[in-house]
């Protein structure tokens, strides 16, 4: 099975070689709100060898200290597909509003809620870190597993 899904101007398509719409959660960190100029940014992770892409793609890099983030974008619209950063190799982070189905996405998480808008109510039982969460308990909620 694949997943579908793309940029707004239809430029770029891209296929997820996955079994099933994955688990996104919501970044509401400064920088995430910048990037998607909304109140949070809603992603998943998946495989980096999962994403097959299409398109005219540009490529843009932002270094700091202690990572590397490849950042993709539609080379004609300049909607942002996904990235993979150096921290985590082998996993990719996709943009879940890309995703041709992402009214069925389930948000399991939100992270850096300290920065979060507040007028913005989170959902009661669904777990939230004022700051990143430790990987561990993220990966879990999302069942981000990295490749062998």
């Known amino acids: 099975m694949t997943i579908a899904g793309g940029?707004?101007?239809g430029a770029v398509r891209y296929t997820l070689a996955i079994d099933a719409l994955p688990p996104t959660y919501a970044c509401h960190c400064h920088q995430c709100q910048r990037w998607s100029?909304?109140?949070f940014s809603q992603q998943a992770i998946v495989p980096e060898a999962a994403i097959a892409v299409t398109g005219p793609v540009a490529v843009y890099e932002?270094?700091?200290e202690d990572r590397?983030?490849?950042q993709r974008v539609c080379g004609t619209c300049h909607a942002r597909i996904y990235n993979v950063n150096t921290r985590r190799p082998g996993l990719a982070v996709v943009r879940a509003g890309t995703l041709d189905r992402s009214e069925e996405l389930e948000?399991?998480?939100h992270?850096?809620?300290a920065s979060k808008q507040r007028w913005l109510a989170?959902?009661?039982g669904v777990p939230q870190w004022p700051q990143a969460p430790p990987a561990e308990a993220l990966?879990?909620?999302l069942g981000a597993k990295r490749p062998r």
Do not use: H, N, Q, Y
């Open 68 to 70: 590397t983030s490849t």
């Open 62 to 64: 932002k270094v700091t």
């Open 7 to 9: 940029c707004r101007c």
């Open 122 to 124: 989170l959902p009661e």
């Open 111 to 113: 992270i850096f809620t």
């Open 139 to 141: 990966a879990a909620l």
């Open 37 to 39: 100029g909304s109140a």
């Open 107 to 109: 948000c399991v998480a």
